[in-house]
């Protein structure tokens, strides 16, 4: 027999017309499987979903794998992580073996018990949590493969489907097979993700007829005929309307007035069987329908559960499974049919009466008496309102949300309904349910007055808006809040202004900088505050935040010094990520990768919560910007798990943005392209000029590095509008000099200096080193023979710009390019060999084959580029990543709790690195990083050699 929480084995009667999803399924458990694998099987109610996976848990079973189950359950959907205990309950013990922060965050979300005298960690991270349970799916692989089967996953909490698709996404080389079943055409919330899907579709008529045949009394004549049509190929359909007709043959001449909807049809015939039943079993079946799960078991220990000889008469009639596991219904549909058919009072009173034995289970017992409330009860609604502060504390923003939404709807007093709909509204924001907090503040505008609860809502409606990508009206919303609020709730409108500013980050249109600007003066110039509400500490990373999306050039001497001072204070993990973003815009890119890098190893500390998806691409945009593009990479990499993880679309767009830059960078076009390609099409290039700029830049210097000059200058022309206006305020500015590049090259120099100079008009103040660099070699390429030296010169003349390495280099090939063409070669000579060192040292084949080329025009034998990093290079950024923490010395499951990863897939990524690298094992890391990590001076010096030898022989 099946284990308690355990899916039944497999049915005895045969399985017909599923051989090919049989066949499918059961290759993933035999032969036992060697790697992971997810498998979505849908289909409508009664299409056989929990049938073919009873039959390869069975399977599974007897093949040695470790199966463990979940079944979702529709009265626990809103409990945060239900669904997760359900499936770990089991195996709760191996959760001490955990990484300790891991342990803590699983502990936490399932409410376990922790040591009453350690400080109280805050909510779980939902990240945490679902590398926590990645990292315990891999242990238990260790011992036998295992099998995840979700059954009903449609009812699961969204806490635990969230947690169970990020395990699944990361699985690799764990023995570990994941099968989800759920209802309907889409896959659930949070596996929506591109997984491989088993949709069962209809039975065909020759199958149907098959199956009804081996029904204990199948349908003959007219009335098979009505089954088949009424089932239209719906497995359990057929089963039940064969019952039907068997008991009652003149039922088939009701169906023709009864066009109802297959599930609609399905649940009149399975209510029409329980109201045949005795008063006794229908009442006990009601009670059972209403517990659903756990509460039944903890009302029978109470003595409040259904009498066992009255559900006799329904196991009979095959509703529902009694055995030593407990009270089990034949399918979903037949306990919904049970609980939807009785009237509302004698559900209210089945409510109660669980409710009464549930006492040391608060959150369950709040919502039984929330189902029974038919008006406002504020007993209720303050049960319910514990129950979201218990599942917040948990980490189950969903079901937090939830119980405060239904708390409002049991208020009888407006005042109360406003302030927990607000709330509500609120404890949503982090589930990313951008149309769900949309919901919650529009009905509480409907219902309050009250100024400050007003303007919360109306700050949480902003940030939905720009969440779903409506920017444009997210934006002025937004300014209205910090406009209202900025009298008397200071922190608030901080708040709002510096997600306004977020807006015009991602769209970069000059009028949306205005607006913030506007509003930024108004909160600076801002009278004495109200009695009680001073602003808040943090204001200055605020303000510095606010400053540097909207306009880094306009006051760049004050914003630059205010950076220096505020960074040197203590900050708050929140703060750094705003400073450090903010040093990163300004072009500080060495004190934005310090900041940013601290943010992250804040991040990292054992009991820290949250994360910070955006703060990490700034750090792989500032690691590019400083010519640490494997870094760069790596950030990408896991900023994309991040986005993946958490909803984020704008981070996933960044991350693919970095890689296709770095990647165009690196000449590898057919890859930067796909990627620049994705994030393109997952953004409203109206709303994100933030994207079409990064995007239009990256295929512009991958076609550059391809010799496509004619199509880089097409790509690299539309960073500015016919006026000349940014497409972003601030990045299209760092296309200028690759776009004048390509417009030489693709002879459009009139039109190239047309662009530029109508560009230039656009930027007003002092922009940084950096970017007047970008500047001079725009206007030193595009310039005439005469007048380019001096704009090259002046771009030159500033050590400390080589701080941007790559940007340096092009600038030096192209110097050295006019210097050769004039027929200086020893001037040229220096210039180029330092810039061919940069270009390999990044691996920018493109830039260091035409560097190489102009040396051999100039005489100088070039030496093929050393070849000691081209190994780590071959690897995956993720690999990289893992190589180098291990070459610190960090253990597999280290390296897995800081990446994000599980133990297992660490070591799978070390061992297929280790041949690439030419190593033996772990030991030898340590010295293939010190070798690659000082490359630099020996190709330096070797080609200083090589040009000097030549230069005394000439």
């Known amino acids: 027999m099946p284990g308690p929480g355990e899916l039944p084995g497999p049915q005895p009667a045969p399985v017909i017309g599923r051989d090919a999803g049989l066949a499918r399924l059961r290759a993933l458990v035999d032969p036992v499987p060697q790697v992971s694998q997810v498998l979505l099987v849908t289909g409508e109610a009664g299409m056989g979903k929990t049938v073919l996976l009873a039959d390869t848990a069975g399977r599974a079973r007897r093949a040695g794998l470790r199966v463990l189950p979940v079944t979702g359950r529709e009265s626990e959907s809103r409990l945060a992580f239900a669904g997760l205990h359900q499936l770990l309950r089991p195996v709760l013990p191996a959760v001490a073996g955990l990484p300790a922060r891991q342990g803590r965050a699983l502990s936490g979300a399932l409410g376990l018990s922790a040591d009453p005298g350690a400080p109280d960690p805050g909510a779980p991270d939902p990240l945490l949590t679902g590398v926590a349970v990645l990292t315990l799916l891999s242990d238990l692989s260790e011992h036998s493969p295992v099998l995840v089967v979700a059954d009903d996953a449609h009812w699961l909490d969204r806490s635990s489907l969230d947690a169970l698709a990020f395990a699944g996404s990361r699985l690799d080389a764990e023995p570990v097979v994941l099968l989800v079943g759920a209802r309907g055409q889409a896959?659930?919330?949070?596996?929506?993700?591109?997984?491989?899907?088993?949709?069962?579709?209809?039975?065909?008529?020759?199958?149907?007829?098959?199956?009804?045949?081996?029904?204990?009394?199948?349908?003959?004549?007219?009335?098979?005929?009505?089954?088949?049509?009424?089932?239209?190929?719906?497995?359990?359909?057929?089963?039940?309307?064969?019952?039907?007709?068997?008991?009652?043959?003149?039922?088939?001449?009701?169906?023709?007035?009864?066009?109802?909807?297959?599930?609609?049809?399905?649940?009149?015939?399975?209510?029409?069987?329980?109201?045949?039943?005795?008063?006794?079993?229908?009442?006990?079946?009601?009670?059972?329908?209403?517990?659903?799960?756990?509460?039944?078991?903890?009302?029978?220990?109470?003595?409040?559960?259904?009498?066992?000889?009255?559900?006799?008469?329904?196991?009979?009639?095959?509703?529902?499974?009694?055995?030593?596991?407990?009270?089990?219904?034949?399918?979903?549909?037949?306990?919904?049919?049970?609980?939807?058919?009785?009237?509302?009072?004698?559900?209210?009173?089945?409510?109660?009466?669980?409710?009464?034995?549930?006492?040391?289970?608060?959150?369950?017992?709040?919502?039984?008496?929330?189902?029974?409330?038919?008006?406002?009860?504020?007993?209720?609604?303050?049960?319910?309102?514990?129950?979201?502060?218990?599942?917040?504390?948990r980490g189950g923003a969903a079901a937090a949300a939830l119980a405060m939404e239904r708390a409002a709807e049991l208020s009888p007093d407006r005042a109360d309904q406003a302030r927990r709909l607000v709330a509500a509204a609120s404890a949503a924001v982090p589930t990313g349910q951008a149309d769900w907090v949309q919901d919650l503040t529009s009905r509480a505008l409907a219902v309050t007055a009250d100024p400050e609860l007003r303007l919360t809502a109306r700050h949480d409606a902003g940030w939905a808006l720009a969440y779903s990508g409506r920017r444009s009206a997210a934006l002025p919303a937004l300014i209205s809040v910090a406009e209202e609020a900025s009298r008397d709730q200071p922190a608030l409108a901080w708040d709002a202004l510096a997600d306004a500013a977020k807006v015009v980050y991602h769209s970069g249109a000059p009028a949306s900088c205005q607006a913030v600007s506007r509003v930024l003066g108004l909160l600076e110039n801002q009278g004495p505050r109200s009695a009680g509400h001073g602003p808040r500490a943090d204001v200055g990373p605020h303000r510095l935040w606010i400053q540097a999306c909207i306009d880094p050039f306009g006051s760049r001497s004050e914003l630059i010094w205010y950076l220096r001072q505020i960074s040197r204070s203590p900050l708050e993990e929140p703060a750094l990520w705003r400073i450090g973003s903010a040093a990163w815009l300004l072009d500080e890119s060495d004190l934005a990768i310090t900041l940013l890098q601290d943010a992250m190893q804040r991040l990292?500390?054992?009991?820290?919560?949250?994360?910070?998806?955006?703060?990490?691409?700034?750090?792989?945009?500032?690691?590019?910007?400083?010519?640490?593009?494997?870094?760069?990479?790596?950030?990408?990499?896991?900023?994309?798990?991040?986005?993946?993880?958490?909803?984020?679309?704008?981070?996933?767009?960044?991350a693919d943005l970095i890689a296709a830059t770095v990647l165009a960078m690196r000449a590898d076009s057919g890859a930067a392209r796909r990627h620049a390609d994705r994030a393109l099409g997952h953004a409203d290039l109206a709303e994100s000029g933030f994207v079409a700029a990064r995007a239009r830049r990256a295929l512009g210097i991958a076609a550059l590095a391809d010799g496509s000059h004619l199509l880089a200058f097409t790509q690299l022309r539309q960073l500015f509008s016919e006026e000349g206006a940014p497409v972003h305020n601030i990045f299209s500015y760092l296309g200028v000099a690759d776009m004048a590049a390509a417009a030489v090259r693709a002879d459009r120099r009139m039109e190239g200096q047309d662009v530029l100079e109508r560009a230039l008009s656009h930027l007003g103040g002092t922009v940084s080193p950096r970017l007047e660099q970008l500047i001079a070699r725009a206007r030193g390429i595009l310039a005439g023979p005469d007048g380019a030296e001096a704009h090259f010169g002046k771009a030159l003349a500033d050590p400390a710009e080589d701080q941007w390495p790559f940007e340096r280099a092009q600038l030096r090939l192209d110097y050295a390019e006019w210097l050769r063409r004039r027929r200086r070669i020893n001037d040229a000579k220096p210039v180029l060999t330092e810039a061919l060192g940069t270009f390999r040292r990044l691996r920018a084949r493109s830039w260091a084959q035409r560097a190489e080329a102009e040396l051999r025009a100039c005489g100088v034998a070039v030496a093929d580029a050393p070849g000691?990093?081209?190994?780590?290079?071959?690897?995956?950024?993720?690999?990289?990543?893992?190589?180098?923490?291990?070459?610190?010395?960090?253990?597999?499951?280290?390296?897995g709790d800081r990446l994000f990863l599980s133990p297992r897939t660490v070591s799978s990524h070390l061992y297929r690195s280790y041949p690439k690298l030419g190593v033996a094992g772990r030991s030898q890391l340590r010295d293939v990083i010190a070798r690659a990590s000082t490359p630099t001076a020996a190709h330096d010096s070797a080609g200083s050699r090589t040009l000097r030898v030549r230069d005394l022989g000439a």
């Open 604 to 654: 990292r500390a054992p009991g820290t919560q949250g994360t910070s998806g955006p703060g990490l691409t700034a750090l792989g945009w500032a690691y590019i910007d400083t010519g640490r593009w494997d870094e760069a990479l790596e950030a990408a990499a896991e900023a994309a798990g991040l986005a993946e993880a958490n909803q984020m679309e704008l981070v996933a767009a960044a």
């Open 187 to 393: 896959p659930p919330p949070g596996f929506d993700r591109g997984f491989p899907e088993l949709h069962l579709e209809p039975l065909s008529a020759a199958d149907a007829g098959r199956l009804l045949d081996v029904q204990p009394r199948p349908p003959r004549g007219r009335a098979r005929g009505q089954v088949l049509a009424q089932a239209a190929g719906n497995p359990m359909a057929l089963i039940e309307l064969a019952k039907v007709i068997a008991e009652d043959p003149a039922a088939s001449r009701r169906w023709a007035a009864e066009p109802l909807p297959l599930t609609d049809r399905l649940m009149a015939v399975l209510t029409s069987r329980f109201a045949a039943l005795p008063e006794p079993a229908r009442a006990a079946l009601l009670l059972a329908a209403v517990a659903d799960g756990p509460d039944l078991s903890a009302a029978a220990s109470h003595g409040a559960g259904p009498d066992a000889r009255a559900l006799a008469p329904a196991e009979q009639l095959g509703l529902i499974a009694v055995d030593r596991t407990g009270l089990r219904f034949s399918h979903p549909l037949v306990r919904s049919a049970i609980y939807h058919s009785a009237p509302f009072a004698r559900r209210a009173a089945a409510h109660r009466q669980l409710a009464g034995a549930l006492h040391d289970q608060p959150d369950r017992r709040a919502w039984h008496l929330a189902a029974a409330a038919l008006h406002p009860d504020e007993q209720v609604a303050s049960l319910l309102e514990a129950t979201a502060a218990q599942a917040q504390h």
């Open 868 to 895: 000691e990093r081209d190994a780590l290079w071959e690897l995956t950024p993720q690999q990289r990543q893992i190589v180098r923490l291990a070459s610190d010395g960090l253990t597999n499951r280290q390296i």
